[in-house]
């Protein structure tokens, strides 16, 4: 496996990064994501002998489940949490509330913290917006 430099941030990475839309799908995820929790162990797994350590996942995938099942895989191989990049991604609607959808503070602090905690982690490497920024309030939230 090659690694490159991530950015300006000084870790190297894997040059190939799994990607997980394909893990835990329910809702209209189901036609994509078919991969239970036990493949997404083996998955992760075989990726990281082979010399994989850059995970993107994303809140939405599955509504959640891709990110439970990739922080019980990564729980499950015990594998040391400073050997993984972990990237996600928030923006996308995680429940029916008119709130629960979207950039503001209070979605984005709700996203990284759900995050968190279905992976299983204490920090997430990269986080990312999940789409187009439409609005002037949304950069300006990016830049606090």
Known sequence: MQYNLFGNTGMYVSELCLGTMT???????????????SMA????????ENGGDFIDSADGYGFGK?????GEALKKLDIP??????ATKGML????????????????????NGSLKRLQ??????????????????????VH
């Open 23 to 37: 893990i835990g799908g329910r809702g209209y995820w189901e036609a994509i994501g078919t991969l239970g929790a």
């Open 41 to 48: 162990t083996e998955l992760l797994g075989t990726f990281y």
């Open 66 to 70: 891709s990110e439970e099942f990739v």
């Open 81 to 86: 949490r400073e050997e993984w990049v972990i």
């Open 93 to 112: 609607r995680m429940g029916p509330g008119v709130n629960n959808v979207g950039l503001s503070k209070k979605h984005i602090t709700e996203a990284i």
């Open 121 to 142: 982690v204490d920090y997430i490497d990269l986080y990312q917006i999940h789409g187009w920024i439409h609005s002037l309030q949304s950069k300006k939230l990016l």
